[in-house]
């Protein structure tokens, strides 16, 4: 009588494809990577697609990134920092940058940006502008957000005072 030895039985070749020599140890690791990246993408990471121009030419139209949900846990935002800000819900979102932080006076003149009568030097846009608004002062808890594409009339472009709440992190890409 002869006895087989299974032990050296290879695996077909499709099933070494699919899922691996070992199919346990593979079903463990998909199942720990399918619980990390719902971890990561519920509250850490929150992938975003920008939708318009007014971010252009820093960022553009239809461009992915991803948002750090954790970015102000140990600070507060600062000026330059490019954030998502909610409007309503979970899905409707600006991505938009700083240029005013709580308790200072903005405006526009001549195109160029004043934080409390001092002018602002912002080396990231790349289009002239003609705004002419304000003095806007930012309260306690409000930070003054604008897109980099200033080239469109002020009343059409979506800026302004967002509150501190509502500011959901900063842009990681």
């Known amino acids: 009588m002869q006895v ?12 070494v494809l699919t899922i691996g020599r070992r199919p346990k140890n593979t079903l463990i690791r998909i199942a720990v990577l399918i619980f990390v990246c719902g971890v990561t993408f519920k509250f850490i990471l929150l992938p975003i697609r920008v ?9 553009h139209n239809h461009q ?3 948002i750090n949900r954790l970015a102000y846990r140990r ?10 800000v909610r409007l309503a819900g979970e899905s409707v979102m600006l991505m938009k940058r700083i240029i005013a932080l709580p308790g200072e006076t ?6 160029r940006t004043y934080i409390n009568h001092r002018h602002l030097s912002e ?12 003095p806007f002062v930012c309260a306690a808890n409000e930070f003054y957000v604008v897109g980099d594409n200033r080239s469109m009339p002020f009343n059409l472009h979506t800026q302004g005072r967002a509150e501190r ?4 992190g900063k842009l990681l890409l």
């Not at 600070?75 to 998502?84: A, F, K, M, T, Y």
């Not at 903005?106 to 195109?111: E, K, L, R």
């Not at 080396?123 to 304000?134: F, H, M, R, T, V």
């Open 4 to 15: 087989e030895n299974h032990s050296n039985v290879r695996p077909h070749w499709l099933q």
């Open 123 to 134: 080396p990231y846009l790349k289009n002239s502008c003609d705004w002419e608004a304000g």
């Open 75 to 84: 600070h507060e935002p600062q000026r330059g920092d490019i954030v998502s």
């Open 106 to 111: 903005i405006s526009f003149h001549d195109g």
């Open 51 to 59: 939708e318009g121009i007014s971010m252009e030419p820093t960022y």
């Open 64 to 66: 992915v990134n991803c």
């Open 165 to 168: 709440e509502r500011i959901i």
